[in-house]
């Protein structure tokens, strides 16, 4: 009896654990979502977008700069160089506007100039590198 009451405690807990970890990660969509929803209206528009993603490449751009000691040890001279040459460019307005179209073109599913959260999250479920993306700036802001 205590073998099979130890089993069900223990699937109890990791189902419960399961649960926590969906609703933890539903909440941080909602929240990475509002802070790029600058006006509040529940869809994210390309210029909004562009906004967001400019000051995620603005932190991004300064964390590669103060990382660069770490990163020349850990990736090399030629592949920091490389890590920054990429980021800097993420900063030129041209690259950056034709980025955000992309990204629209991609995430927007039913073609209406705006980002719903429910594409948002069906985005970054495809997609799973832009939520660590999206979490670290968030990070970065506080």
């Not at 991004?60 to 990163?71: E, F, G, R, V």
Request: glycine share 6%.
């Amino acid at each position: 009896a205590y073998e099979i009451r130890l089993s069900l405690v223990g699937s109890e807990m990791c189902i419960r654990d399961r649960y926590q970890r969906r609703v933890r990660a539903q909440e941080q969509y909602e929240a990475i979502f509002r802070w790029r929803d600058q006006d509040g209206d529940g869809k994210i528009t390309k210029e909004e977008l562009y906004h967001s993603l400019k000051h995620t490449m603005k932190a991004a751009q300064k964390m590669i700069d103060c990382s660069m000691p770490h990163l020349m040890q850990t990736k090399g001279v030629d592949g920091a160089k490389k890590l920054k040459t990429l980021v800097d460019s993420w900063n030129e307005e041209t690259k950056l506007r034709e980025f955000v179209e992309q990204l629209c073109a991609t995430a927007d599913q039913d073609s209406g100039g705006t980002i719903t959260f429910q594409e948002f999250q069906a985005f970054v479920d495809k997609t799973p590198g832009w939520m660590d993306v999206f979490q670290q700036v968030q990070q970065a802001k506080k």
